[in-house]
């Protein structure tokens, strides 16, 4: 657990962050330090086991039939990274607690900040590849919400969107690039991966996974040519650009290529991949710093050319490159941190970043100068200071792959030189020069502890520039010996090695870097030069931009083109694809064996003529005589019902005539809101000929579908039927369901989850009608009362519904339907109580006893029905889901799996033996649920002409009477 | 008997294909309607037409080859309650965009002719 805990207590830190108050700044930053701190504890933890060798693995079962684990790892490399992480984060939340205002969303930033840290912990803990890159996004998706942390700046808006595109995709094609991985080693597993490298580099695939692990690592390390998010990203507060943009997230990349080094270094596509990458970025991130006005602008292209000479010595590859690699890593992070928080001061002091406004302020900022100056000169590499050590290294790697003829890489290492002396000495320029006060903020010295961060990275600095065997080594040892273990070289941390080439190279870099600087200062007015000579023309930022805009351009093009709103045309295209794609798919239907087909009943075929007719007429009528098209269609349910019937079926049938019943109701409530319509003929118009052709293509597909249906379903119907379960339910129903009913026992009791999923679908499409009804608003033309109630010679339109049925013209059905009621309640109990063994059951039973409150409705209106009788439908519906619920939970009180059924043996006096399955309680659940159901959309329908009557007459929709009635 | 039973799913999918590619809302509810008559007519089919072989059981011992297909008709059942359902919503639907666009029209706007 203690790995583990090292990337859960950030992400919880986060989350607990995210519900502080707004002004509880102090107490954020006590939490995130507290997180940090213990993290480094833990890790501190860790350092005897990880010193003596050992990797440390905790595994979490996550989807083992797929191989994937979580598996948390910890080696030299991750180790070192973990305290470099952690460090940083540590002296970066010391710093955001005085940088940022008090005025900011402080809680918000604290939990990306601790989001940030838990996902880049997990990045380096990582122990599964496809994990990695989980936690790989995660970091993509923190930063996107750190950069845009003042979402209020378009700035910030748009460099957050450019760096997550760039390296989210990145991390689509790294996660491409690991499942080939694991495809070739056959895991996911680190370890494994790690071990098979010469597998990997013999494989067909090799070069795809290379290119796909690359475009990861390449676009988060921001190098050629992706390299153009991160000077964006400086929106971003100067805590995160110090933490993300410097010293960690944009490391990720170079430790990923570091990581996987043993798995796919050692070949000439690595060498000229990730180093061609490398060397161009080196130039032209150093060349485009120089000509930067914005501090944090210089720092960023600044950063930009030393991942570039990380990843340089990683696409060279060898033994020693990589020591130099981690070795600078490790530096950079330490110089830049500082620097980056160094901007971050001079930012809030003087209220400016402008480097041509900047100047002289070693007057007012003395000791930050004094800092400032030190790690500028550590990031030019100025000797007994750590950055000198490893970009000696470099200047040695360079000078060792080119052997004796070939000095171009050596060449490109000087001119990189050069170029970070000329800017490091732009970055301190702001120090020196005449004082002024011409700042937007009169500046002072900062808070002690906003200062004691970089005052700690500087003390760092130069422990390692001095005495780099003491201080880093055993540490550099670690991460080294864990990368490359049998091929860790022999290498020698000191300062001084003698007169030789490296020092050669240096000493030429930087004695160029001064006179470059001074040449354009004097000659090319650096000072106010507004862009970089030569290669500002190839903008990535300009190409992002146009390539966004071409895609936007074209989806809408293309949405405009083959994309429709409107339902007819997308109905269309799916009968037509269900026409098409079906024969195409399966293709001719193989020869089949015939069975023994029933003979046709003449009554059974006179029943489906008039199904048919009905259904054939309903079509034709439904347009303009809505009414009869409503019964007709009832017609063929009626017929669909009895086919049921007939083909051995009977609760099917009993449903059906129920839904049937309900619907038809339901419908003719609903018709009275739709507008008039009166056929053309009486209007005396023309159909317009393209009328007729859309008519006429949608019939033609009308007939083929029709058709293909009725072929299909012969086909079926005379192919002997496969192997199926259903012996399985016949046999078990009665001697373990307790019932005879097959159907209902299969209901209730072998599918009751099924089942239970049902009546919550049914409970929730109720409530969503209820809701959606509250809501309603007739249109104005349908709210009058319609005329055939207002005809004055009439004597029911001077009468209430209630008058209508107590005295009125419905006075004898009134008698019948108000005795009917009990009698259907009596129907529908018994149908309830013989479901499991007869046709029946808790749907049926439930249906009729809606119809049976339906019918009161119809009779009498919604005023008196509900002045007689508390219906209470809510009250059913969660009566009956809890129920059902309770039956499936009982089951775990006796230790058997949700749902399972039990029979009770009752003796009851008079009736005899009872059995009394559990599944009768469910299926009372069930039973409650579908009145429940039915009755709110029934009631919600109902009250809608309640509504529209208390409308004045000529009451427009907003009028304000509208919904003043009682809700449901 | 086959012969029969595949008509009447024919006509009736037939009807209802038409009636979805109309333009009122009202025809669409009816077509999808027949359009359920038929779907749950052929999933009931897949159990093969049985005449007078209910799949009740009178005693557990039983020769399953003498009773219909309980699982289609399981099926079916729950079919026919969900296609109730969304009858019920979509009708919901109809009465609150007529109400709320003015139109009857399936895209809520009179088509522009």
Redesign the interface.
């Known amino acids: 657990m203690l790995l583990a805990s090292l990337i859960l207590v950030p992400f919880a830190g986060s989350v607990l962050a995210a519900l502080m108050p707004e002004n509880a700044r102090n107490r954020e930053a006590w939490l995130a330090f507290a997180v940090a701190a213990g993290g480094l504890l833990v890790t501190g933890l860790l350092y005897p086991a990880v010193a003596a060798g050992t990797v440390l693995r905790e595994e979490l079962a996550w989807l083992p039939s797929h191989g994937l684990n979580l598996v948390l790892r910890v080696d030299g490399l991750a180790w070192v990274f973990t305290l470099l992480i952690l460090l940083i984060g540590l002296l970066v939340v010391l710093y955001a607690r005085y940088y940022m205002s008090p005025k900011d969303p402080v809680p918000r930033f604290f939990s990306f900040l601790l989001a940030f840290m838990g996902s880049m912990l997990g990045v380096v803990l990582s122990g599964n590849l496809v994990q990695l890159v989980v936690f790989w996004e995660l970091t993509s998706l923190t930063s996107f919400l750190l950069i845009g942390y003042w979402h209020h700046r378009s700035d910030a808006r748009r460099g957050a969107r450019m760096a997550f595109t760039v390296t989210a995709t990145g991390g689509l094609c790294l996660l491409a690039g690991v499942l080939v991985l694991g495809h070739i080693v056959g895991s996911y597993d680190l370890d494994t991966a790690l071990a098979a490298g010469p597998l990997i580099r013999s494989h067909e695939l090799y070069r795809v996974a290379l290119v796909l692990v690359a475009l990861g690592a390449l676009t988060k390390s921001a190098q050629f040519p992706f390299h153009f998010w991160l000077p964006h990203a400086m929106a971003a507060p100067t805590p995160v650009s110090s933490y993300l943009h410097s010293a960690t997230m944009v490391k990720a990349g170079v430790f990923l290529l570091v990581r996987l080094w043993p798995a796919l270094a050692g070949t000439a596509e690595w060498n000229w991949i990730i180093g061609g990458a490398g060397v161009c970025t080196l130039l032209i991130g150093a060349f485009i710093a120089i000509f930067q006005h914005d501090l944090k602008g210089l720092l960023a292209y600044s950063t930009i050319s030393h991942l570039g000479l990380i990843t340089v010595l990683i696409g060279i590859g060898t033994p020693l490159a990589i020591v130099a690699a981690i070795f600078h890593i490790l530096n950079h992070a330490t110089f830049k941190a500082s620097l980056f928080m160094t901007a971050g001061i001079i930012d809030h002091e003087t209220g400016t970043r402008d480097l041509r406004v900047l100047r002289g302020l070693r007057r007012q900022l003395p000791v930050t100068a004094a800092l400032a100056i030190v790690s500028s000169a550590a990031m030019a590499g100025v000797p007994l200071l750590n950055g000198f050590l490893s970009k000696e290294m470099f200047f040695a790697e360079t000078a060792l792959v080119g052997g004796d003829e070939n000095w171009w890489m050596s060449v490109a290492a000087v001119a990189m030189g050069m170029f970070s002396v000329a800017y490091s000495l732009r970055f301190i320029s702001i120090f020196f020069g005449t004082p002024t006060s011409d700042f937007p903020r009169d500046p002072h010295e900062p808070p002690r502890w906003m200062r004691f961060p970089v005052e700690l990275l500087v003390v760092l600095c130069l422990i390692v520039g001095i005495v780099p065997g003491v201080s880093i080594g055993p540490f550099l040892q670690l991460a080294v010996t864990a990368t490359l273990g049998p091929n860790t070289p022999a290498y020698d941390l000191t300062p001084w090695h003698g007169v030789n080439l490296p020092l050669l190279l240096s000493t030429i870099a930087f004695s160029g870097g001064v006179m470059l600087y001074v040449v354009l200062r004097r000659y090319f007015n650096l000072r106010q030069r507004e862009q970089v000579p030569v290669i500002h023309r190839f903008s990535g930022a300009q190409a992002y931009e146009t390539s966004m805009m071409v895609l936007t351009r074209s989806a809408q093009w293309l949405l405009q083109r083959i994309g429709t ?4 045309p997308q ?2 295209m799916m ?1 037509l694809a269900m026409l098409i794609v079906p024969p195409l798919l399966v293709g001719m239907p193989v020869a089949w064996t015939e ?1 023994p ?5 003449p009554l ?2 006179a029943l ?1 003529a008039i ?2 007719a009905c ?2 007429a ?2 034709w009528m ?2 303009y005589h ?1 009414l009869a ?2 019964i007709l ?1 009832g017609g ?2 009626i ?2 019902a009895a ?2 019937l ?7 049938a009993l ?2 005539l129920m ?1 049937e019943t ?2 038809t109701v ?2 003719l409530l ?2 009275r ?3 008039p ?1 009166i056929e053309p003929k009486i209007l005396q118009l023309t159909i ?1 000929r393209r009328v007729w052709m859309r008519r006429s293509r ?2 033609l ?3 083929a ?10 086909a ?3 192919h002997p ?1 496969p192997e ?4 399985f ?3 078990r ?3 373990e369901g307790g019932g ?4 209902n026992v ?2 209730v009791d072998f ?1 009751s989850f ?2 239970l999923g ?1 009546v919550t ?2 409970s929730i ?2 409530l ?2 209820y809701a ?2 509250r ?8 709210a009058e009362i319609p005329a055939q109630q207002k005809n004055a010679a009439d004597p029911a339109s001077r009468q209430t519904t209630a008058e209508q049925a107590d005295s009125g013209y419905l006075q004898v059905p009134g008698i019948y339907l108000r005795m009917l009621l009990p009698f259907i309640g009596v129907i529908a109990v018994y149908f309830f109580m013989r479901g499991h ?3 029946g059951g808790g ?1 049926v039973a439930g249906l009729i006893f809606a119809v049976a409150i339906l019918v009161q409705y119809m009779l009498a209106g919604t005023v008196w029905v509900e002045s007689h009788l508390q219906l209470r439908p809510h009250r059913w519906l969660g009566a009956g889901l809890l129920i059902a619920l309770a039956t499936g939970l009982g089951a775990w009180a006796f230790g058997h799996p949700f749902l399972t059924t039990h029979t009770a043996h009752v003796d009851w006096p008079l009736l005899g033996e009872l059995h009394l399955p559990s599944a009768f309680v469910f299926d009372l659940g069930v039973f409650a649920v ?1 009145v429940g ?1 039915t009755m709110l ?1 029934l009631v ?2 109902a009250h ?1 002409s309640l509504r529209a009557r208390r409308l004045p007459g000529d009451g427009g ?1 907003d009028d304000a009477g509208v919904g003043q009635g009682r809700e449901v | 008997m086959e012969i029969v039973f595949a008509i009447a799913v024919g006509v009736t999918f037939g009807s209802g294909i038409w009636l979805i590619l109309r333009p009122r809302t009202f025809q669409l509810i009816t077509g999808l309607l027949l359009m359920s008559y038929a779907v749950n007519l052929f999933i009931f089919g897949m159990g093969r037409l049985w005449v007078d072989r209910p799949p009740i059981t009178p005693h557990a011992a039983v020769d399953p080859a003498q009773f219909a297909d309980p699982l289609p008709q399981g099926l079916v059942l729950t079919a026919i309650v969900i296609g109730f359902a969304t009858t019920a919503l979509y009708l919901v639907m109809m009465i609150g965009a007529r109400g709320l666009t003015g139109s009857d029209h399936v895209d809520g706007e009179e088509p522009r002719e």
């Open positions: 709103t409107r339902l007819q109905l269309l009968m069975i087909l029933h003979e046709p009943d059974f075929a489906w199904g048919c259904a054939v309903g079509a439904a347009k809505r098209a409503l269609i063929t349910g017929v669909t086919t049921f007939w083909l051995s079926a009977p609760d099917l449903t059906q839904v309900v619907t339901l419908i609903g018709l809101w739709l507008p319509r317009p949608d019939m597909i009308a007939v579908g029709g058709l293909g249906m009725a072929l299909l379903t012969y079926v119907l005379v039927p199926t379960i259903a012996d339910f016949l046999l129903a009665l001697s005879s009913n097959v159907v299969l209901l599918r099924d089942t049902e679908v049914l499409v109720a969503t009608v959606l009804l809501r309603f608003r007739p249109a104005a033309d349908s063994n007869l046709p749907f579908v159901t959309m919600a329908l809608q929709p």
